[in-house]
């Protein structure tokens, strides 16, 4: 809220008025044990714009039963009419993305949720690999920190980019990044031991010759149980599994050296340069050519 209290302050208009409300105006139980309570109810607070924030997850099972816990809030949702702008964040995107207002938009929400969304919400053009997607009606945006980037369009399209650029200076706020990097998903699994030792076999065995029996015997375990404890660990099937860890060193590879596509394929054993190109662009969301340029690291 002190971003929206900065924009009145720099522009000496009183622009925004932000209040914290909920279906009732009683104190709520959040995570962890700590308790808000709302300003008023939001039947009493005339709006133009709600935010829905992300609730405490650690899994999709736990998305579910936070869902599952919050049908108010969702039949509420689901009358919020088409006039007023809805934004959400992180795991909040679940309830917007129920409301079915983002069908045949753009929208994106953190990306451990990705098979879970595109599964519930085909007809949402997800773009897990942006911080933020949407319109002015119905903005999204990923990760806990989601509501920096929903204020800072908010911010951004109201007052003009000269007054938004004075508000950052007196805010101090990071740099805001356009987009995720796509295998931010796969980095965060580290540590994981048998994650680990699946990763250094997979990492060092050419693209043609990788198959589920050999990575399964250099864990001294069954393909079956090798699948089972994949989807446990991870919810992927191993064939996506093995598929980012190559694409991975692949985009490493495009973004710190100057070798070109087909020495990539060369070194990492794809034998279909364009089938490459194709896995490339399905997975990460971008063609080799546009990931090198988005996250090139520059030498100075």
Same mark, same amino acid.
């Given at each position: 809220?002190?971003?929206?209290?900065?924009?009145?302050?720099?522009?000496?208009?009183?622009?925004?008025?932000?209040?914290?409300?909920?279906?009732?105006?009683?104190?709520?139980?959040?995570?962890?044990?700590?308790?808000?309570?709302?300003?008023?109810?939001?039947?009493?607070?005339?709006?133009?714009?709600?935010?829905? !924030?992300?609730?405490?997850?650690?899994?999709?099972?736990?998305?579910?039963?936070?869902?599952?816990?919050?049908? =108010?809030?969702?039949?509420?949702?689901?009358?919020?009419?088409?006039?007023?702008?809805?934004?959400?964040?992180?795991?909040?995107?679940? $309830?917007?993305?129920?409301?079915?207002?983002?069908?045949?938009?753009?929208?994106?929400?953190?990306?451990?949720?990705?098979?879970?969304?595109?599964?519930?919400? !085909?007809?949402?053009?997800?773009?897990? =690999?942006?911080?933020?997607?949407?319109?002015?009606?119905?903005?999204?945006?990923?990760?806990?920190?989601?509501?920096?980037?929903?204020?800072?369009?908010?911010?951004?399209?109201?007052?003009?980019?000269?007054?938004?650029?004075?508000?950052?200076?007196?805010?101090?706020?990071?740099?805001?990044? =356009?987009?995720? =990097? !796509?295998?931010?998903?796969?980095?965060?699994?580290?540590?994981?031991?048998?994650?680990?030792?699946?990763?250094?076999?997979?990492?060092?065995?050419?693209?043609?010759?990788?198959?589920?029996?050999?990575?399964?015997?250099?864990?001294?375990?069954?393909?079956?149980?090798?699948?089972?404890?994949?989807?446990?660990?991870?919810?992927?099937?191993?064939?996506? $599994?093995?598929?980012?860890?190559?694409?991975?060193?692949?985009?490493?590879?495009?973004?710190?050296?100057?070798?070109?596509?087909?020495?990539?394929?060369?070194?990492?054993?794809?034998?279909?340069?364009?089938?490459?190109?194709?896995?490339?662009?399905?997975?990460?969301?971008?063609?080799?050519?546009?990931?090198?340029?988005?996250?090139?690291?520059?030498?100075?």
């Amino acid at each position: 809220m002190d971003f929206l209290k900065a924009a009145n302050t720099v522009t000496g208009k009183n622009l925004f008025e932000a209040k914290l409300v909920g279906l009732s105006s009683s104190a709520v139980t959040c995570a962890h044990g700590v308790k808000i309570t709302p300003e008023s109810a939001i039947r009493d607070f005339d709006y133009d714009v709600l935010i829905i !924030p992300g609730f405490w997850a650690w899994s999709v099972e736990s998305v579910r039963r936070g869902v599952a816990a919050n049908k =108010n809030l969702q039949e509420f949702l689901d009358r919020v009419p088409k006039k007023k702008s809805l934004y959400s964040y992180c795991t909040g995107s679940v $309830f917007h993305a129920s409301t079915q207002r983002l069908s045949k938009k753009s929208a994106t929400a953190s990306w451990w949720l990705a098979q879970e969304l595109v599964g519930a919400f !085909p007809k949402v053009q997800w773009q897990f =690999n942006q911080i933020s997607a949407g319109d002015v009606s119905d903005m999204t945006a990923a990760g806990a920190n989601g509501f920096y980037p929903l204020y800072s369009h908010l911010v951004s399209q109201t007052v003009g980019s000269k007054a938004f650029a004075e508000i950052q200076k007196y805010l101090m706020t990071p740099v805001q990044f =356009n987009a995720n =990097n !796509p295998f931010y998903e796969l980095e965060s699994l580290t540590g994981r031991e048998r994650l680990d030792q699946i990763r250094r076999f997979v990492e060092k065995t050419a693209v043609r010759d990788i198959r589920l029996s050999a990575v399964a015997e250099s864990l001294g375990i069954s393909t079956k149980t090798l699948s089972r404890k994949l989807r446990e660990d991870v919810n992927w099937t191993p064939a996506r $599994f093995f598929r980012m860890i190559k694409l991975k060193q692949a985009g490493a590879l495009l973004t710190s050296t100057e070798k070109s596509v087909k020495e990539i394929c060369d070194k990492l054993g794809f034998d279909d340069e364009a089938q490459f190109r194709k896995a490339f662009k399905r997975c990460v969301g971008l063609t080799p050519g546009e990931y090198k340029r988005k996250f090139q690291i520059r030498r100075v």
